[in-house]
Nanobody
Framework: VQLQASGGGLVQAGGSLRLSCAAS????????MGWFRQAPGKEREFVAR????????YYADSVKGRFTISRDNAKKMVYLQMNSLTPEDTAVYYC???????????WGQGTQVTVSS
């Protein structure tokens, strides 16, 4: 499985960005796809995840109500719509995938999101 993230950039506080993640390869074992982020000097943290079958979603408290994760199974794409961005959202964002059980074992390269105040 290969994951390719895109859509990062520089945005002012209060603005919006939409991240995309394209999956390719042997994706049949994937059950969850998600987004994580890592800010400078901090550990990587979970942001959101979605089940590829039913579309059930789950968010970190810090982004709940501001970020929306969605998927397009036909295109093998997962998106992260980020609204009301704050400087605290500045980080490298990674998409990831996993099977129903186990750890997040498929990772894309990161895409930088920078929110200016």
């Amino acid at each position: 499985v290969q994951l390719q993230a895109s859509g990062g950039g520089l945005v002012q506080a209060g603005g919006s960005l939409r991240l995309s993640c394209a999956a390719s390869g042997r994706t049949g074992s994937m059950y969850f796809m998600g987004w994580f982020r890592q800010a400078p000097g901090k550990e990587r943290e979970f942001v959101a995840r979605i089940t590829l079958s039913g579309g059930s979603t789950y968010y970190a408290d810090s982004v709940k109500g501001r970020f929306t994760i969605s998927r397009d199974n036909a295109k093998k794409m997962v998106y992260l719509q980020m609204n009301s961005l704050t400087p605290e959202d500045t980080a490298v964002y990674y998409c990831a995938a996993k099977s129903y059980e186990g750890v997040w074992n498929y990772w894309g390269q990161g895409t930088q999101v920078t929110v200016s105040s």
